[in-house]
């Protein structure tokens, strides 16, 4: 049981490229976030979804797309990369909102945008 | 966004020690969570509050839901060396969004 992977690891992107961040959960979990943590900061949401085909905006979801066209995946998409996206960005699931029913965090995609 | 403080924002203790901090919020919460992150991981939940008053233990760990609903609390009994990390509040008024603190960084010195 492989709970949440997190595709790459590490990457490097110039200012203005673009990228997928991929997030995969094999838990059948309905419910899927991205978080971004900056350096000496807490975790800040940037997109969520309750379930297959359903989106919704956090709290920082400027510069940043999603998709969830199966319960399994929910990519993260970085169209135009700018500095002020350098950042850890993890993803989660949970089976539903309520945390007592198991909110994993994924390892976590370092980005590095010069 | 909601704002989360968390005090003290770095702790170096002696082993055996216990370790208090704590959390408060600008807003009124019906959650409250508490994570542990270990360097280059994702953080991994605690202890989970859901009402006024709560006091919740897992193991070593006992975590408080504050009266005013806006704040919360974490202990730590007899620290070990492998409770070095960093510490993070979260509270939540929908269950969809949790908005998280900036972390108590905990040093145990053997």
């Known amino acids: 049981n492989a709970g949440v992977t997190q595709t790459p690891k590490f990457r490097i992107l110039k200012i203005g490229q673009s990228m997928t961040l991929q997030c995969a959960q094999d838990m059948n979990h309905n419910y899927m976030y991205w978080y971004r943590q900056d350096p000496g900061m807490g975790l800040k949401l940037i997109y969520y979804s309750v379930g297959a085909g359903i989106t919704d905006k956090g709290e920082v979801p400027n510069g940043y797309n999603v998709s969830r066209s199966t319960t399994e995946d929910f990519p993260l998409r970085l169209e135009l990369a700018a500095p002020s996206q350098t950042s850890v960005y993890f993803c989660?699931?949970?089976?539903?909102?309520?945390?007592?029913?198991?909110?994993?965090f994924g390892s976590g995609t370092r980005l590095t945008v010069v | 966004g909601q704002q989360l403080n968390q005090s003290p924002q770095s702790m170096f203790i002696q082993e055996g020690e216990d370790v208090s901090m704590n959390c408060t919020s600008s807003?009124?919460?019906?959650?409250w969570l508490w994570y542990k992150q270990d360097p280059g991981e994702g953080p991994v939940l605690l202890i989970a509050l859901y009402k006024a008053g709560e006091l919740t233990s897992n193991g070593r760990l006992t975590a408080q839901f504050g009266i005013t609903r806006k704040d919360s609390f974490l202990n730590i009994s007899a620290s070990i060396p492998s409770d070095v990390g960093i510490y993070f509040c979260?509270?939540?008024?929908?269950?969809?969004?949790?908005?998280f603190g900036t972390g108590t960084s905990l040093t145990v010195i053997p």
């Open positions: 989660a699931s949970s089976y539903s909102g309520q945390p007592l029913h198991g909110y994993t």
């Open positions: 979260a509270g939540s008024n929908t269950g969809n969004q949790f908005y």
């Open positions: 807003s009124i919460f019906n959650t």
